[in-house]
């Protein structure tokens, strides 16, 4: 049965209570006009009891009427209850998606189809300057007269469907700057899947942006100071490079020339020469070869910092033993116990570190000589980033409250009587040391020896 021109509750009430009522009504008459037939009954006993039976019919129907409308009403009542809790949570979770969004960490708005504002967060309206102005109900375009084409023309596809962001967009403002936006807009739907609107994200990076062009600035301005840094230190290395040149052959050739002449009147005239003069012609002598020596340090400590490295794998120990053997003399061979333990390889320039080993090993024989029993031992350890060397004697030492100086030029911590030497083989050492992306120190007490220890840096370490 069908009742179109009724609403849903006239419907439900008809189909609840009506329809039972009148189901139960005809079952009733039918069934006591089939039962007071199989009765023989005389007129007057039908007439009474057809009364009964009609006071008893009011009288059940009435307490079914009752009952039905009774449920009916509290099915009304439960139903209204579901709606008005329905409706409650429904607000409750309006009220927290509205809280949600408004405190939003990110600027975000809501706009319909006509880009009428719905909804925004409070940082959007921080972000662009909205505080003092009415946006909800108010149209995008309203509120923001100087949008970008662009702009436009990305909302209108959003409304096809498609989702569109940019990491970075230039967006002018009313006050005629402009701000960089990161943005983000995704078309919201309807029930019925059709676009009902646009959800836009965007986060102001204007200060972000400033800070990327100051850098950009700052890396402009530092890459022109490296290039004239740069020019002006090749021209003070091609400055050194004649200044060496100048060293290696035209003081070179004064000393020669004292040297010579000073050999000359000691062969030639010595017998002539009292022993304090051929003192003075020994002390002259000596000077010559000194200066000569450290003409040719100060040579090598300038090019140890210009020659261009050739890295590879170095094999250490071969190195300082062959080294030990080239630097020392076989008579002193004779009163030191050298001692080589295994070695890890370096990644290094071997010219170099062929230097390194030289210079320290040279020390070590050289301050350890005032001992009967000379020890120089030489050592290595593989640590995670580096590798570090190690070569002890039991000489002379040094007090360590001077070993700031040590590795500095022309700086001697003994008197040139006791050890010869020009000061400026340590330097070198450090120098070397450090190209390669390494360090230098050294351990000592006066009388007892010195260590010193030097660290390289492995494959792929920073050395230049």
């Known amino acids: 049965m069908n009742f179109p021109c009724m609403n849903r509750p006239i419907k439900k009430a008809i189909y609840r209570i009506v329809l039972p009522y009148a189901v139960f009504a005809v079952a009733w008459i039918w069934l006591s006009d089939e039962f007071l037939g199989t009765l023989s009954l005389k007129g007057s006993e039908i007439t009474w009891l057809s009364i009964y039976k009609g006071t008893a019919f009011v009288l059940v129907t009435s307490l079914l009427l009752a009952f039905l409308v009774a449920s009916e009403e509290k099915s009304r009542a439960l139903v209204q209850q579901k709606l008005s809790e329905t409706a409650k949570a429904l607000e409750n979770r309006e009220a927290r998606l509205r809280l949600f969004i408004e405190n939003a960490p990110a600027a975000i708005a809501m706009f319909d189809r006509q880009m009428f504002t719905l909804v925004t967060s409070r940082r959007f309206i921080t972000d662009f300057g909205l505080e003092s102005r009415e946006v909800i109900g ?106 060496s040149y100048s060293v290696s052959h035209d003081l070179r050739a004064p000393l020669r020339t004292i040297d010579g002449y000073t050999r000359i009147l000691l062969e030639d005239y010595g017998p002539r020469l009292d022993e304090e003069g051929r003192r003075i012609c020994s002390v002259i002598r000596g000077g010559a070869r000194t200066m000569g020596k450290l003409i040719d340090d100060l040579l090598s400590l300038s090019r140890v910092g210009r020659v261009s490295m050739q890295k590879t794998p170095v094999d250490m120990e071969g190195m300082a033993r062959s080294l030990f053997f080239e630097i020392s003399t076989e008579k002193e061979r004779e009163r030191i116990d050298f001692r080589i333990n295994p070695l890890p390889r370096a990644w290094g320039d071997p010219s170099l570190l062929r230097q390194v080993w030289a210079n320290l090993l040279s020390n070590a024989v050289k301050f350890s000589s005032g001992k009967d029993l000379a020890v120089i031992e030489v050592t290595g350890e593989d640590r995670e980033e580096e590798t570090v060397y190690t070569v002890c004697d039991n000489g002379a030492g040094f007090d ?10 022309f700086q001697r911590l003994h008197r040139a009587s006791e050890f010869e030497g020009t000061g400026v083989g340590l330097a070198i050492v450090q120098r070397i040391v450090a190209r390669h992306g390494g360090r230098v120190w050294a351990e000592s007490e006066v009388g007892k020896g010195a260590t010193f220890h030097f660290s390289i840096r492995k494959e792929g370490g920073h050395g230049h």
């Not at 360590?400 to 030029?409: C, E, H």
Request: aromatic share 10%; net charge negative; hydrophobic share 40%.
């Open 138 to 243: 108010r149209s995008l375009y309203e509120v923001f007269p100087q949008i970008p084409e662009r702009w436009k023309e990305a909302l209108q596809r959003c409304f096809d469907g498609e989702i569109l962001k940019a990491e970075e967009d230039p967006f002018p403002r009313a006050d005629g700057k402009t701000d960089w936006v990161r943005w983000e807009i995704h078309p919201w739907r309807e029930t019925d899947g059709s676009v009902g609107g646009i959800l836009l994200f965007s986060e102001l990076i204007t200060e972000r942006k400033q800070a990327q062009e100051e850098i950009r600035r700052l890396n402009a301005d530092l890459e022109r100071r490296v290039a004239e840094r740069t020019a002006e230190l090749e021209v003070a290395n091609r400055e050194l490079e004649a200044f």
């Open 400 to 409: 360590m409250a001077y070993s700031d100086k040590l590795f500095g030029v």
